[in-house]
């Protein structure tokens, strides 16, 4: 256990800053918490996560950690024996300034698994979260629209009213706690092993007949559509929690949690950087160069813009919190930047020609330019 390389578990260099190692801990953490993830190993994955972030996030175990070396560090590595790193098994990242909360960022959708104990601490609990995503158009970021959401989850069984059928007995191999234990002798002394019952598979009960409709089940798996508010200012690639609508457990008899991802769909035309949003909008050269004032269509309201008299090709012009909301912050907006494209004209009318010409004249900047103008033109 010990002898792992936590810098490569958590995909930083050997010189990485406390704050580099928290960012990729919550990267690492948003992509392989058991809550959501769908990569195989996930859950593996994620204690090894920890343990990489309570080695490297503690002054004393990272330095002993650096100087004894990884894989190919001294045997003695690990203190007194067994134990070592990581045995405690109680890595708490709030204990580094971790916020746990904004791994997820669930904004008004309750906190971070905050039930993840109970709800893993036995085999024989169903796993009643199911995740989705759903496709959100800037407008619905901007306003916080509602959406529906289309997923699969499990729901009571109207059959077997959730029972699984009749003649519904406690599991006598488990006691009903879907697990058996065997105590293992090892050259440290026993250890007691837990693994699923067999004769139940963890449900913990036995069945004499099995309702035909869930199989014995208890639930079954439907097609359903939730309604879910978006966040004002949701980024791309969020996952928030939707309390109690994800699977039906008929053991405790209540459902789980959602969790959705939100990916943007339609971004208008816009680049997007946080809450700041980026655009082009083209003017006239005559509107350059004396000035004007152009009016836009934004989020279902037309926005004014001023452009200053010699306003260069290619300037970029901010409008102050005209920008998406930020995600949490009621009433604070991101900004808006105006990329100005100046359009040449590219046909022009003899009488057009006759006045820029007349313009010309005006220029002093360059003797021969008049010349060759007048060239060009004959
Ligand atoms: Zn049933
Ligand atoms: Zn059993």
Redesign the pocket.
């Known amino acids: 256990m010990a002898n792992k390389d936590y810098y490569k578990v958590l995909e930083v260099d050997k010189g990485a800053s406390k704050e580099d190692i928290k960012k990729a801990y919550k990267k690492m953490a948003r992509k392989y918490h058991p809550d959501v993830s769908k990569e195989e190993g996930a859950e593996a994955k994620f204690k090894e996560i920890n343990e990489a972030a309570e080695v490297l996030l503690d002054d004393e175990k990272r330095q002993r950690y650096d100087t004894y070396g990884s894989a190919d560090g001294p045997s003695g590595f690990g203190g007194g024996g067994f134990g070592g790193f990581g045995s405690s098994g109680g890595f708490d990242p709030r204990d580094f300034g971790i916020n746990i909360d904004d791994i997820f960022e669930g904004f008004g959708f309750g906190g971070f698994g905050s039930n993840r104990g109970s709800s893993r601490s036995s085999s024989r609990q169903r796993d009643t979260r199911e995740s989705t995503q759903v496709y959100v158009t800037l407008d619905d970021v901007y306003f916080g629209n509602k959406v529906d959401v289309t997923y699969q989850r499990d729901v009571e069984c109207d059959s077997c009213k959730g029972t699984g059928g009749e003649g519904v007995e406690t599991?006598?191999?488990?006691s009903?706690?879907?697990v058996?234990i065997e105590m293992q002798r090892t050259m440290l002394g026993a250890m007691r092993t837990q693994r699923v019952?067999?004769?139940?598979?963890?449900?913990?009960?036995?069945i004499k007949h099995k309702c035909s409709k869930c199989s014995g089940r208890g639930t079954v798996r439907e097609k359903t559509t939730q309604t879910i508010t978006i966040p004002k200012g949701v980024e791309h690639g969020v996952t928030l929690r939707v309390s109690g609508k994800g699977s039906y457990n008929p053991d405790t008899k209540s459902y789980g949690d959602l969790y959705v991802s939100m990916l943007y769909r339609d971004t208008k035309g816009f680049e997007i950087d946080g809450a700041d949003l980026y655009k082009q909008e083209e003017i006239n050269f005559v509107q350059a160069i004396l000035g004007d004032e152009i009016e836009f269509e934004h989020f279902k309201k037309t926005l004014s813009m001023k452009i200053p008299a010699g306003t260069q090709a290619g300037t970029t012009l901010r409008l102050k919190g005209k920008g998406l909301p930020v995600m949490g912050r009621d009433g604070v907006f991101g900004d808006l930047y105006v990329k100005v494209k100046v359009i040449i004209p590219t046909k022009l009318s003899t009488k057009q020609k006759e006045i820029l010409l007349e313009y010309a004249q005006t220029m002093k900047e360059d003797k021969g330019f008049m010349s060759r103008m007048k060239k060009f033109f004959s």
């Open positions: 599991c006598s191999t488990c009903g706690s879907g058996v019952c067999p004769t139940c598979n963890g449900s913990g009960k036995t």
